[in-house]
């Protein structure tokens, strides 16, 4: 079946500028994650929903960084006025908590932004 | 706070010969320990788990990883590597409470030799 799409793969902003990216994730998937990979890095947790219920949003770095997930599918990671600091891979991954060993999080391919 | 160490950077070895990863982990009570391997742009791909049960977990691509509780490790195993084997491995620990966010390493890179 498909796997976890992400959009843009990748984008280049400039300094300051609003982007938005977007995942898709696994039909049926209640949970979806989103990670920062610096580069060299392993990825960093950034948030978590269930659902449409955003969990556990420890991980985001700053108030510019927003994350949503409206109707318990789709899910877009905003950041605000982005810094170069912000450059990186960003990784979005679903898992299936109906199984209750069924742990592990399936990953989409990443949107590599990419702030000049 | 849990955390991941990779003490290597990266692993050479000949195509043939077994091949270790090596993965130690921190974390309050019981862990939950992954293996992913990322090939070049692409993202993450689940390689195995453990859970509870057996020590000795087997994923795809005949690969195996060992849990060992005293040493806190769970180290990656293969008993005859193949060149599509090089990659990027990551190893991942999360806790037995509701905090389901995963905590990986910084990575291994395998190099297999023809």
């Known amino acids: 079946g498909a796997g976890v799409s992400q959009s843009p793969r990748y984008k280049v902003a400039k300094r300051g500028q609003d982007v938005a990216l977007r995942c898709d994730p696994i039909?049926?998937?209640?949970?979806l994650f989103w990670y920062q990979q610096a580069l060299g890095q392993g990825p960093e947790f950034l948030t978590y929903f269930q659902n449409e219920a955003q969990l556990d949003k420890s991980g985001l770095p700053s108030d510019r960084f927003f994350a949503e997930r409206p109707e318990g599918s789709v899910s877009t990671l905003k950041i605000q006025r982005t810094q170069q600091e912000d450059s990186a891979v960003y990784l979005c991954?679903?898992?299936?908590?109906?199984?209750?060993?069924?742990?592990?999080?399936?990953f989409g391919p990443g949107t590599r932004l990419t702030v000049t | 706070a849990q955390s991941v160490a990779q003490p290597e950077d990266q692993v050479n070895v000949a195509e043939g010969n077994p091949l270790t990863v090596k993965c130690t982990y921190s974390?309050?009570?019981?862990?939950?320990l992954f293996w992913y391997v990322q090939y070049p742009n692409r993202g993450l791909q689940f390689l195995l788990k453990?859970?509870?049960?057996?020590?000795l977990v087997k994923g795809s691509y005949g690969f195996e990883a060992e849990f060992n509780k005293s040493q806190t490790s769970f180290h990656l195993k293969k008993p005859s590597a193949l060149v599509s084997d090089s990659a990027l491995y990551f190893c991942?620990?999360?806790?037995?409470?509701?905090?389901?966010?995963?905590?990986f390493g910084s990575g291994t890179r395998l190099q297999v030799q023809p």
């Open positions: 453990y859970i509870t049960g057996d020590n």
């Open positions: 991954a679903s898992s299936s908590t109906r199984d209750i060993l069924s742990y592990e999080q399936y």
């Open positions: 039909s049926g998937h209640v949970s």
């Open positions: 974390v309050s009570g019981n862990p939950y």
């Open positions: 991942a620990v999360r806790d037995n409470t509701g905090r389901r966010a995963l905590t």
